[in-house]
């Protein structure tokens, strides 16, 4: 591919570089008629509230993850639920989760009185830091939330060394890797307790659906009394004698979700393996122009549940805003990422987290400020979000790739005139 370093920018009034239709090539979920099929069938069965399809898309996941038991639920954020209450915590424990990450990671904690306290990420895959996780430990802290966002496994060596050092849970928030591994283990096994999420946009959807991930039967039981009364009924432990009440939730999977998820999940190796070869031609050719991309250590296999892209000022010669509005004037889809900081909500800055998490009297009562994680701040400023690009071809990502070219060989024309 030549390239067109003397092509005038769309932002100066030049032809846009990317012409291709998108629709298509960014087009997610992939629904086809086998999940028609599979949704059908659970309608004509007549039975779309009990359905063993639920027990059958555990099965799957269980084996998928190598986990000994799974609990489907109705969302991710039910499984998390299920998760913080499955390791009992108690009021004004604290547990150590980043900040960069979509809220149900997070806030279902507070319904059981536990006291988030908001750690850096890396830099180089944008998980916990260990140093500031160990830093934040006290003697209350209880467990770890560990994402992979974006689908990049984070620092497991270090961070599951520190949690074995302090005797914390790991709860290991999977929803965004599903397919993706840490030194040959898959993610979804390298918590206590592990979450997927399968809701619409994620790598293996269902609509609406989460799925709940032990080895230890006592966690599946207190997940089952949360929040699945038909499961309990089957519980041969005196937790059994609960069923008639349960513990208050009901959260277990709509059957035609567990379908879809399981078509799904047939086709999520091949499905990966699109956007990884997509991706990763892609990362080459901007990695060559100064952008970090987050390809991942040789120990990791990474998913791309979104494609997010590290901006480095001093390579392109632009600041970020002006490189956004320069890739979309030649018709780039680019973005700023989507999650804002969690502990700059005003759920925590305004101190509303406390109604709902009602913390025993005279606990002491932690304060978060919008300044307190300047490093995951700083960072996040840097990165912008392209297309995952499930069905494209490589005639759209060389599109791409001139767009960058272009906008980057001109930088200092962009400027010029910018400024
Ligand atoms: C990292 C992460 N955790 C948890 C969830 C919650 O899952 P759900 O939307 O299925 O409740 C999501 C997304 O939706 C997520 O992105």
């Known amino acids: 591919m030549e390239q067109q370093k003397t092509d005038t920018p769309a932002i100066l009034g030049g032809k846009p570089a990317v012409t291709l239709p998108q629709d298509e090539a960014n087009r997610w979920p992939i629904l086809t008629e086998e999940d028609e099929r599979a949704v059908v069938e659970v309608m004509r069965s007549g039975n779309i509230t009990t359905h063993p399809i639920a027990r059958e898309l555990e099965n799957d996941y269980a084996e998928f993850t190598g986990r000994r038991f799974a609990l489907s639920h109705n969302n991710g954020t039910s499984a998390l639920m299920a998760a913080f209450f499955a390791i009992d915590l108690q009021p004004g424990d604290e547990v150590i989760v980043p900040t960069a990450t979509f809220w149900a990671s997070v ?8 006291v988030p306290v908001f750690c850096e990420c890396e830099e180089e895959r944008l998980g916990l830091c260990p140093a500031d996780v160990e830093a934040k430990i006290t003697d209350k802290t209880k467990a770890i939330v560990i994402v992979h966002l974006w689908g990049l496994p984070s620092k497991m060596t270090e961070l599951q060394a520190i949690a074995a050092k302090h005797g914390l849970k790991i709860i290991e928030d999977a929803s965004h890797a599903h397919g993706a591994k840490w030194r040959g283990k898959p993610c979804g096994a390298l918590g206590d307790i592990s979450v997927f999420s399968l809701q619409g946009d994620k790598l293996a959807p269902g609509g609406e659906g989460g799925v709940f991930l032990c ?48 078509v799904q999940l047939r086709h999520l190796a091949k499905r990966n393996a699109r956007r990884n070869e997509n991706l990763v031609y892609l990362s080459e050719a901007l990695e060559s122009l100064g952008f970090h991309t987050y390809l991942g250590p040789e120990h990791v296999e990474r998913v791309y549940f979104e494609f997010l892209v590290r901006h480095n000022e001093a390579a392109t010669g632009l600041p970020l805003d002006w490189l956004i509005e320069a890739l979309a004037a030649e018709g780039c889809e680019v973005q700023r990422p989507r999650y804002p900081l969690l502990h700059q909500q005003p759920l925590f800055t305004e101190g509303a987290w406390q109604q709902i998490a009602r913390l025993p009297e005279g606990a002491p009562v932690r304060e978060y400020r919008p300044e307190d994680l300047p490093r995951t701040q700083t960072g996040n400023e840097l990165i912008f979000k392209l297309p995952s690009f499930p069905n494209a071809d490589r005639s759209l990502l060389d599109q791409y790739i001139v767009a960058f070219q272009k906008v980057v060989t001109n930088a200092e024309t962009i400027s010029a005139a910018k400024g």
Not at 236 to 248: D, L, S
């Open 107 to 114: 806030i279902p904690m507070l319904w059981l009185g536990a």
């Open 215 to 262: 080895d230890d039967e006592a966690y599946l039981e207190r997940a089952m009394c949360m929040g699945d009364m038909m499961r309990m009924l089957e519980l041969q432990t005196p937790a059994m004698r609960f069923a008639g009440t349960t513990f208050g939730i009901k959260t277990r999977i709509a059957p035609v979700s567990a379908a879809i998820a399981r």
